[in-house]
């Protein structure tokens, strides 16, 4: 079993929906989560970050993390084409800046 | 806010070359510098930690001779694929910390990648 798991996609949906994207881990010690977007041939760049458990919000973006359920989701509301790109969960047992593991991110695709 | 770039972002080389890629902070200081390697539809992995004025540390399975580490200032490392074959080819990318995030507890700051393709 991976460490982190996630959707590979591509999950399409059209401009304005709500996006759900996911992952799940095996590790109970990860308290420091984090979510990256990446475009096509570039780096990632961060978009949120959370410790431990609880909802975290920043504009159009929702952070939640289960560790219960070892389990956390990135919503997107009134998503955008501009939404378009490879999503990446991380995340750590010691902090955001060091020693995290990625998933292998979600490939998204809004349509105008 | 902070930025991290890379340079080249894209190198095509034939077999046997040795290739240097650079990674810059342009606005922090970094103490901390990490390279990583992703394959298409992968996500990244992490090769080493460059750690400012010492030696890298290579995650297993990363081969120190052949992926040359050098941190020479807090604003630049610069990793060298040495003699590098087909197989080299992959989308490097390093980020950084800054030095201040360390106690802040912030997470790093992405490059935009360099594309090395071994012919």
């Known amino acids: 079993q991976k460490e982190v798991e996630q959707d590979p996609g591509p999950l399409s949906v059209p401009e304005g929906a709500i996006v759900s994207l996911n992952c799940t881990y095996s590790n109970s010690a990860f308290q420091y989560f984090m979510w990256y977007r990446q475009y096509s041939r570039k780096g990632p760049e961060l978009l949120m970050y959370t410790y431990s458990s609880g909802n975290k919000e920043d504009g159009r973006f929702t952070a939640q993390v289960d560790k219960s359920s070892k389990y956390i989701s990135l919503f997107i509301r009134d998503s955008q084409p501009s939404d378009s790109a490879t999503y990446l969960c991380a995340m750590s047992a010691y902090s955001y800046g060091q020693n995290f593991v990625f998933g292998p991110g979600t490939r998204l695709s809004v349509l105008p | 806010g902070a930025v991290v770039s890379q340079h080249p972002s894209r190198v095509i080389c034939k077999s046997g070359t040795s290739v240097k890629i650079e990674c810059r902070s342009l606005d922090f200081q970094a103490t901390t510098m990490f390279w990583y390697r992703q394959f298409p539809k992968q996500s990244l992995m992490l090769m080493a930690t460059?750690?400012?004025?010492?030696?890298?540390?290579?995650e297993q399975g990363v081969e120190k001779d052949k992926f040359l580490i050098n941190h020479a200032s807090l604003t630049l490392s610069t990793l060298t694929v040495t003699s590098a074959h087909p197989e080299d080819s992959s989308f490097y990318i390093c980020?950084?910390?800054?030095?201040?995030?360390?106690?802040?507890?912030?997470?790093?700051?992405f490059g935009d990648g360099t594309r090395l393709s071994i012919l």
């Open positions: 460059s750690n400012e004025g010492s030696k890298a540390t290579y």
């Open positions: 980020s950084a910390r800054d030095i201040r995030d360390r106690v802040s507890n912030q997470p790093q700051h």
